[in-house]
């Protein structure tokens, strides 16, 4: 069950990405960028305990005015200023990738509307329709946050969390430590599993909200029209 589930989201997966690239080039590159963008973030977020540790270590064996300490002090002031830049950078990026990806799903869905013969455009239902566009064009964007800028740099983070533990403290803390993030992380994707077979009946439930919208106002628009074709 695991392994077709796997086999199906990287085959969406790859159909989406080509779809998107074929309207957005260079959504690659930015998506890489923003990547290391987010793995140097993390990065310096788990760096920062360690460097007040260092600094209050500093203090206590050379002084407040110490050299050594006054340099660990401007170390951490840039550091910071530059993770605030950063994540701001980010972010704007993270905005312009998002919405240029959805509006290249989006243009490609559509096409693929429009090229379907007349006899077939007849028979979809509109509702439906737009709910799985809407989805489609989510559903792409939120996996590659997720995946690439969300998941992948925390894992990074929590690594070099434990290779700092591991040093300031000892072996055996560093491993239960990383022991207990992976049983969270096992617990996390039990769960999912376990959630996975609600989806459709969530989905089939916004197909059926949607159509019955878009009828509701078809029905308002043809009273409007007949009513003014009466007067």
Request: some cysteine; glycine content about 2%.
């Amino acid at each position: 069950m695991a392994h077709h589930l796997k086999n199906d989201f990287i085959k969406s997966f790859t159909i989406a990405h080509q779809t998107i690239t074929a309207r957005y080039a260079s959504f690659t590159i930015h998506l890489g960028l923003s990547f290391l963008l987010a793995i140097f973030i993390a990065t310096m977020s788990a760096l920062g305990p360690y460097l007040l540790g260092q600094l209050v270590a500093d203090i206590q064996s050379y002084g407040v005015h110490s050299s050594m300490a006054i340099q660990t002090i401007v170390f951490l002031i840039l550091a910071w200023i530059l993770n605030k830049v950063l994540e701001q950078i980010a972010n704007i990026l993270n905005a312009y990738i998002t919405s240029k990806s959805e509006s290249s799903m989006c243009e490609a869905l559509f096409a693929q509307i429009a090229a379907l013969p007349h006899s077939v455009q007849k028979k979809l239902d509109t509702g439906e329709v737009l709910a799985n566009i809407d989805r489609s064009r989510l559903s792409f964007s939120n996996v590659t946050h997720s995946l690439f800028l969300t998941i992948c740099p925390i894992v990074f983070e929590i690594l070099v969390a434990v290779f700092l533990i591991w040093k300031v403290s000892n072996l055996l803390f560093a491993s239960v430590f990383f022991v207990a993030l992976l049983l969270l992380f096992a617990l996390a994707y039990k769960i999912s599993q376990v959630s996975h077979h609600q989806y459709n009946r969530v989905y089939s439930a916004q197909n059926m909200l949607m159509s019955h919208l878009v009828g509701r106002l078809n029905t308002l628009y043809d009273m409007k029209i007949n009513k003014a074709y009466a007067k």
